[in-house]
């Protein structure tokens, strides 16, 4: 049946094909987007109350306990028909297993980082991954760049340069955070697999070896699991959910609202850290790093602008391609030759 035309809009719908559930759909992405990057901003807090486990130790609890969560969340959700493609393709097992890696290092020594006081460093890190990325994007996939995008890489460079006359050494903990999480997303891009699907196949790469480091520190009687009693054991098997849940919140949030709005949020993450370390660390920030940290801030400024650009340049092309390329709809005649006007015309006069 053909429906009645009604004052209300058909062509915005929702993930249950609803009319007008396309705001309510947008707000909850932007909810879990911020959710998400507001709990990985605020992650440093968690870290410490770890204590006295090492960071090494408390990495392997991170892993193990992933796993026991994901697989659990997946066993729920019925979620399994993909292991059976990823079995047949060694070639995205490699892959997994290359991103399980990368992660590993990214995981640990942010861990240490805050743990050891770091967090201004470390949130560094996640400032510049945009900009790593860039020129990631540049070295391996040979994309090219805009002139904006050039500049902000210039300045990013120089940001560097700046801290790491600064910090008397280059800034290394910002730039291997940096660098491993702009490596793990250009692995994750080539295998494309879920949120969920993908942290289960890379906690399972990491669970034996884990495990198995964790066994030996019982048996040497250097395991802090359950020595400290049964709340810091709690904790540590809580480092499954500080893992996982965000990124359930960001999964939803993806296919929610567009990536120029996730791109914005991105920022979230870094910013809480470099408050937390500022404010409630109380690491120091002499003006060489105050300097060296608003080059950084200017060159995103600049990536930012410019995407937001492109992207409303995208959408005014792809607009009119539309309205050029859509078929007139012809007035249909009456008896008399006079055009008769639709219901919906009528009931605009």
Known sequence: MRPETTGTSTGTRGADGKPGDARNEGRAGLLHGVGAYGMWGLVPLFWPLLKPAGAIEILAHRMVWSLAFVGLALLV??????TRELVRSPRKLALLTLAAAV????????????????VVEASLGYFINPL??????????????????????????????????????????????????????????KVN???????????????????????????????????????????????????????????AAAIRVPLSTLGLLQYLAPTFQFLLGVLYFHEAMPPERWAGFSLVWLALTILTWDALRTARRTRSEIERARRLTAPAAPDRPDTAGTAVSTPSAQRGR
């Open 103 to 118: 992660i590993t290092v990214n995981w640990g020594l942010y861990i240490w980082s805050v743990n050891t006081g770091h």
């Open 132 to 189: 790593v990325t860039i020129a990631l994007g540049v070295l391996v996939l040979k994309e090219r760049l805009r002139p904006a995008q050039w500049t902000a890489v210039a300045v990013g460079l120089a940001a560097v340069l700046v801290l790491a006359i600064g910090y008397g050494r280059p800034p290394w903990i910002s730039l291997t955070l940096a660098a491993s999480f702009a490596l793990y997303g250009l692995v994750k891009k």
């Open 77 to 82: 959700l019925r979620r399994w028909s993909w």
């Open 193 to 251: 697999i879920g949120g969920l699907e993908s942290l289960a196949a890379e906690t399972a790469v990491q669970f034996l070896p884990a495990l198995a480091y964790l066994l030996w520190l019982g048996a040497q009687g250097s395991s802090t699991f359950g020595a400290q009693g049964a709340g810091h054991a709690a904790l540590l098997a809580a480092t499954g959910i500080v893992t996982a849940v965000p990124l359930v919140c960001f999964g």
